[in-house]
């Protein structure tokens, strides 16, 4: 033993340990989640024939709400995980809600979530089992998702 073998073997248990706890780092080093933000992990099934699928991300949260029509707005960003080009979300600047100005007679409330509008396609997602999607948002949001599916059937177009 040599004055290198203790940090050495400590390194190499802490990163066995991190990586036992953790199935995220075993793929690649995603990055923490931010102060005020939450990191959260889609893990998809393998299913045959991947590319008849996509993911839908909805990303919002549960209010109390009126009649009116109800959403967030927010700058969400695809990026590329460094050395890696693996692909990451986030959400960042979020404002609202903001809602329609329609009288609720009734005065009456529901629980409902709430989305947030993420641009026109940014939200959908090809699917793909061996990699997880990761997504960032800030701590008082929620992220589901939704899988599309199309049939393996194509239809033919028409000459005219």
């Known amino acids: ?12 248990l802490t990163t066995s340990y991190a990586m036992a706890n953790d199935n995220l780092s075993k793929i690649a080093p995603y990055p923490s989640a931010a102060k005020g933000m939450l990191r959260y992990v889609i893990q998809l099934d393998k299913k045959p024939n991947e590319n008849n699928f996509m993911v839908e991300l909805v990303i919002g949260k549960s209010m109390l709400v009126d009649c009116n029509q109800h959403w967030f707005g927010g700058d969400f960003e695809k990026k590329e995980l460094k050395g890696w ?3 990451l979300y986030e959400l960042k600047k979020v ?7 329609m009288a609720c007679p009734d005065k009456k409330q529901s629980k409902k979530f709430v989305t947030t509008h993420l641009g026109e396609g940014n939200n959908i997602v090809r699917y793909n089992s061996k990699l997880p999607i990761v997504v960032y948002v800030p701590n008082d949001m ?3 998702y939704r899988v599309w599916s199309a049939p393996e059937e194509l239809n033919s177009a028409k000459i005219k």
Do not use: E, I, R
């Not at 004055?3 to 050495?8: E, G, N, R």
């Not at 404002?95 to 100005?101: F, N």
């Open 1 to 12: 033993m040599n004055k290198y073998t203790f940090p050495l073997l400590a390194m190499l």
């Open 85 to 87: 080009g693996y692909d």
């Open 95 to 101: 404002s609202g809600p903001a809602a329609t100005l």
């Open 142 to 144: 929620a992220v589901k």
